[in-house]
């Protein structure tokens, strides 16, 4: 926990907590052995939710950025938030069957099974930055699917902003060896 360091006035003490603080972690959810990481704790706070949304952005503060895609469905939550705040259009990668237009797909592994994500035909317009956007990167494979969509799209990746790393299970790697910058605010221990 910080002191601020110019307190305004009228607000004396006012206190600025590590963004990891705001994160409430459910053991055994949603299987036995999986640590869940809660942002609903996070988004739920006006400090916690103001602050995540600053520090995603922060690094991309005055680059030319067309749209912010984020992923279902604590992505849309963030996503829609930094699209907004940089007052660009937003892009929803969606589960399969859930958008009602023209789709591609594609498969990924997940650790039990397969899943398929999607993203609408005309989204995105060939040459577009766009800045990718989920609240947790655990193996990658999600995002590596949405990186994969958007490339077919046509989309000029410009990064991918997490707020949470689980590096034991080696998504940032894999999405920098995509040749992707990859931006995230905290880590976590195991999986
Ligand atoms: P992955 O494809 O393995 O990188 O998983 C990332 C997706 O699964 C994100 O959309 C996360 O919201 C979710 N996820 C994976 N592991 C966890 C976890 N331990 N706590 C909360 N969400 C998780």
């Known amino acids: 926990m910080l002191l601020f360091p110019y307190q305004p006035a009228g607000l004396r003490y006012y206190t600025v907590n590590k963004i990891e603080s705001y994160i409430r972690t459910i053991p055994d959810y949603p299987k036995k052995g999986i640590q869940f990481r809660d942002v609903s704790t996070l988004f739920q706070d006006p400090r916690g939710f103001r602050m995540a949304v ?6 991309y503060a005055g680059q030319p950025i067309d749209k912010v895609a984020a992923l279902e469905a604590r992505g849309f939550i963030l996503g829609g938030a930094i ?3 940089l007052s660009v259009g937003f892009v929803p990668i969606r589960k399969q069957g859930k958008l009602p237009g023209e789709t591609m797909h594609e498969d990924y592994t ?9 993203i609408h035909v005309d989204a995105i317009e060939k040459g577009e930055r766009v800045l990718l956007v989920d609240d947790l990167i655990a193996t990658g494979g999600t995002c590596e699917a949405g990186i994969k969509l958007l490339q077919r799209s046509g989309a000029n990746i410009v990064g991918s902003a997490f707020i949470i790393d689980l590096p034991a299970l080696g998504g940032k790697k894999l999405i920098e060896s995509l040749g992707v910058d990859v931006h ?4 976590f221990d195991g999986d």
Request: with cysteine.
């Open 54 to 59: 600053d520090m995603l952005l922060h690094p």
């Open 110 to 118: 997940l650790e039990y099974g397969e899943a398929t994500m999607e």
């Open 83 to 85: 699209a907004h705040q």
């Open 184 to 187: 995230i605010l905290c880590e």
